[in-house]
């Protein structure tokens, strides 16, 4: 495939080609910019226009907007709060407090250069290591991904700010919530009291966008609105001096690898990898004391591995033709329109189109710099309209993006509903993020265990003989439960000798 | 007193507007419903097709997304409206035949006015091209040896991978000596059958190319022309109705449509169907073309209704 480049590098350089990879860059920013409006959104809405482009523009529209939405989805969460997508969420725990500080800029630059080395290094990583990528990615059977998920769900200790418990209780709301519909192994309808609306579940996004953006309206709500406009000041991305990145740079660097590993895995997504990234950096950075009050190393550990996750899931979905995630089906959806058939024989059949591919995404990933720096100028004068105009306008945004994802207008009922819900919890010092964690996470855990005990014939300590992967995972959970209790004993036992 | 004018008011609107000039038809924008996401096979397969539809129409058609629960979500909303035509669903065998006999949903087999059916794919079974199972006979032989060992998998309980492998092993008297794995989805199906955890899928012909994948028998009446070694269902000793499967899909309005508003909806799909764009598109897409008339739908979708019972039952659904 490698041979391809120069041919490929030809197809990129047309003017179509630019013009395709500049404004579908750009046009993912602005929308994964919009609260309420995520990848997902953004993809399907570009969608329609694919269908008469030629193959390689096609593919690199979507992905130039899938990429430009993940980054663009930070730009919300810093500044105002209210991710669009699952996968900012983490972003928010630190970008906003910073963001409050008086430092927007510095909190977007620490983002905004996270974001591309994220996504540099993943399409790097896809050019020269898919396919042993892809083998790794089929060692993750049902069990080694149960117990990956399980790692996943300790970091709501890490995310709950405050209470301890408050923070669990929230997760065990998520997890509830995503058990309501029909049940994954056997069918059975669960909680929908004989109403059909329910058949599918509650809406991930509604519930999302509920308890992130609608609740931060209301709390500002019923905070006095302050009449002088200006939410935060920003005036524009401050990159950060390179002296700044001394102790960050380890950070960095694991959080891309978190990103890229899970984005290789089907099924498990930048949510996921963001939380699991931002534990970690919690965990092993030495600023980790500080994070979720406006520390950039939290910026980076979740900028960083979500954006790596967009290289990384495009791994299995080229070498294998199983999509990663929902957006990657589509584009699998939109090879097939365009009579390619996606498979393990994909590269090999088309090496110049999947060579054009790849170096299109790590052009989209450069352009995400420049055009992150110049939106964001544009952007700023937005942010000084009336505080109440401005929540009008994110509450609008935010029917306009649920509303789209399936059509259905009870998702906005389901959404006013969590938007409530969640501003009286945030009112009584529940953190979100957990709830989230728990609403990602529960439908793969759920399906994953259950299909486990199928293939063990119900035995769960046969998980791990034989697992040697999910025995690793496994450990590595209970290390990261009882490591936060071990220093503070550890702590405690210094103060007293 | 204003409140009872208002009231007035609306009650003379409600009683004007079911009056519908079948000639005029259609004068607002016809809305074809994907009961899934968007960029999955049937939303695709209809944005392929509305231009076609609404240029045959002599009028506009524009396609909408209303995905969740098996495609009930969006055929429990569509059953619920006037049938004035302009609001029409895709449907596929599993949302209009399988899920009302499985689910407590709010529609049956007379909630429709069938109007044409666009598509069927016979379904096959398959497994992983290094597995050692060369026919439906070494399947049996191996289930009969170690039951409980084999295992096979589809896209979730009640769906066409799901029906498909039933039909297979309960035609082969087998079903109880395998493991059934639901995945959310045929993607992740796929990958495990790659990987080796199941050894058994059932799907399209179009599914089975993605990957290296032998197909072990084929749904249908007859032999496939892309794979003629491979054997009908009928022919592995399998008896109806499990011996032929198709993902059919096709145009459905609320029951109650005016016969004169189906019969230009019928000319036009019919029309589309035929249209060079749109054969192209079924060929580059992979897209079975299978085109029946409203009267002709309505008798296919009633007796499939009542056959996939017994497929139902077998699954234990």
Known sequence: MLSSLPDAFAILMTLEGLLVLVLGTALGIVLGAMPGIGSTVAVAMVLPFTLSMGQAPAIMLLLAVYAGSVYGGSIAAILINTPGTPQSAATCLDGYPMAQRGEAGLALGWATVASVIGGLVSAVVLIFAAPQLAAFALQFGPIETFTLILLGMTCIVSVSTG?????????????????????????????????????????????????????????????????????????????????????????????????????????????????????????????????????????????????????????????????????????????????????????????????????????????????????SRVAAPILRVKEAFMMTAIVLLCAVGVYFVRGNPFDLAVMGAAGVAGFILRRQGFPMAPLVIGMVLGPTLEITLRQGLILTDGSFWAFFYGHPIALALGLISVFALIFPLLRQFMSMQRRSL | MTLQRVAAFFACSLLAAPVVA???????????????????????????????????????????????????????????????????????????????????????????????????????????????????????????????????????????????????????????????????????????????????????????????????????????????????ATETGIKAPLNELYLWGGLFAPAGLEPEVTAKLEAACEQAVASEGFQDFAATSGTVINYRGAAEFEAFFRQQYESNGALIEAAGL
């Open chain 1, 163 to 375: 209470s301890l418990v408050k923070g669990l209780l929230a997760g065990m709301i998520g997890i509830f919530l995503s058990t309501v519909g029909g049940d994954p192994i056997v069918g059975e309808m669960r909680f929908t009291f004989n109403n059909w609306q329910l058949f599918a579940g509650f809406n991930l996004l509604a519930v999302v966008i509920g308890v992130f953006a609608l609740s931060e309206v209301l709390m500002r709500a019923s905070a006095q609105l302050s009449t002088a406009s200006e939410l935060v000041d920003f005036k524009g991305v401050t990159l950060p001096r390179l002296a700044m990145w001394k102790g960050r740079r380890r950070t960095l660097g694991k959080s891309v690898l978190i990103g890229n590993m899970i984005g290789v895995l089907p099924g498990t997504g930048a949510a996921t990898a963001a939380f699991i990234s931002y534990a970690e950096g919690r965990r092993s950075s030495p600023n980790g004391d500080k994070f979720g009050t406006g520390e950039p190393d939290g910026i980076i550990a979740s900028e960083a591995a979500n954006n790596a996750v967009t290289g990384g899931a495009l791994v299995p979905t080229m070498a294998l033709g199983i999509p990663g995630d929902a957006i990657t089906a589509v584009m699998l959806a939109t090879l097939t329109l365009h009579g390619i058939t996606p498979g393990p024989k994909l590269v090999e059949d088309n090496p110049t189109l999947i060579a054009a591919i790849f170096a299109g995404f790590f052009v989209i990933n450069l352009l995400l710099l420049p055009l992150g720096l110049v939106l």
């Open chain 2, 22 to 232: 079948a000639d005029d038809f259609p004068e607002r924008p016809i809305n074809l419903i994907a009961p899934f996401n968007a960029g999955g096979g049937t939303d695709l397969l209809l944005r392929g097709f509305a231009p076609h539809f609404a240029e045959a129409i002599g009028g506009d058609a524009f396609v909408s997304n209303m995905a969740g629960g098996s495609g009930t979500v969006a055929a429990s909303a569509l059953q619920g409206q006037r049938p004035d035509g302009y609001q029409l669903g895709y449907f596929s065998i599993t949302v209009s035949t399988i899920q009302p006999q499985i689910k407590n949903v709010p529609y049956d087999v007379d909630s429709w006015t069938p109007i044409c059916s666009v598509a069927a794919s016979p379904t096959l079974l398959f497994t992983n091209a290094d597995t050692p199972y060369q026919t439906a006979a070494d399947v049996v032989e191996a289930a009969n040896a170690e039951p409980g060992k084999l295992v096979y998998g589809s896209s979730g309980p009640g769906a066409m991978t799901h029906l498909t492998t039933v039909a297979a092993f309960a035609g082969l008297g087998i079903l109880d000596k395998l493991k059934h794995l639901p995945f959310q989805g045929s993607g992740p199906a796929v990958k495990e059958l790659t990987a080796g955890t199941i050894q058994f899928f059932g799907d399209t012909e179009i599914l089975m190319t993605r990957g290296d994948f032998r197909p072990l028998m084929v749904f249908n009446s007859e032999r496939l022309e892309s794979y003629p070694d491979v054997p009908t």
